[in-house]
């Protein structure tokens, strides 16, 4: 499972995966916009670990959409939004797109 986070609006995403291949996660990552671009949310930055988000898929599609992406710390955790802030977000996400 993927889940991305606006830190802006809080909005929450999750989408599920059965692997973590490149391909899979730019197709979370394309619907994930998708699914921003519906509620007038758009995606200019992304902070992500290294795994499937450091391949040359992934980095070549934030550049050709004239992303951002910055990577944490190998070990480090990537701060999160608290769940009782955002779970009606997050709930009504699957409906919503």
Do not use: W
Not at 1 to 7: A, E, G, K, P, W
Not at 25 to 45: D, V
Not at 46 to 62: L, R, V
């Amino acid at each position: 499972m993927t889940i991305f986070v606006d830190h802006y609006s809080q909005f929450l995403f999750a989408h599920p995966q059965s692997s973590t291949s490149a391909a899979e996660t730019l197709e979370a990552k394309s619907k994930f916009e998708r699914c921003t671009r519906s509620h007038g949310i758009l995606i200019k930055k992304y902070h992500a670990d290294h795994g499937s988000f450091a391949s040359a898929e992934f980095t070549n599609n934030i550049r050709t959409n004239n992303q951002e992406i910055k990577y944490s710390a190998p070990g480090a955790h990537i701060k999160t939004v608290s769940p009782s802030d955002t779970s009606e977000q997050f709930l009504n996400c699957p409906e919503a797109c």
